[in-house]
């Protein structure tokens, strides 16, 4: 994504200032941005990662439902454990990355 497209997306932002929520899609395209930059990779994530995404936040199992108007809470991304787990949803998604790059990489680029 170039500066201008990120500049429009985060133009109400004020600098240094995390919102405490933020809509599920907004935060669709920053973990592809952080996903695909992360792991070198040359396409990002698809429709179906971002349900599996929105379904380990929101801790719902539907495959009907479009998230992208919800909300999602500083705290849910950050700083509540996943239901059952030890570590937060960032925690996670940071594992995955980390795990992708230095694992699964070719198979990812290869699709």
């Not at 599996?52 to 700083?79: C, G, H, I, P």
Request: hydrophobic residues 40%.
């Amino acid at each position: 994504m170039s500066l201008s497209n990120r500049r429009w997306l985060f133009q109400d932002r004020l600098p240094f200032h995390i919102p405490e929520r933020v809509l599920w899609g907004a935060m669709c395209r920053t973990l592809d941005m952080k996903f695909t930059a992360e792991v070198q990779a040359p396409q990002g994530l698809c429709p179906e990662h971002f349900l599996f995404l929105a379904q380990k936040v929101f801790d719902e199992q539907t495959y009907s439902q479009d998230f992208s108007a919800r909300m999602v809470s500083w705290s849910q991304f950050n700083k509540e454990n996943l239901p059952g787990r030890t570590f937060t949803f960032w925690q996670w998604f940071d594992g995955v990355m980390e795990l992708t790059k230095r694992h699964l990489k070719d198979y990812w680029n290869n699709g």
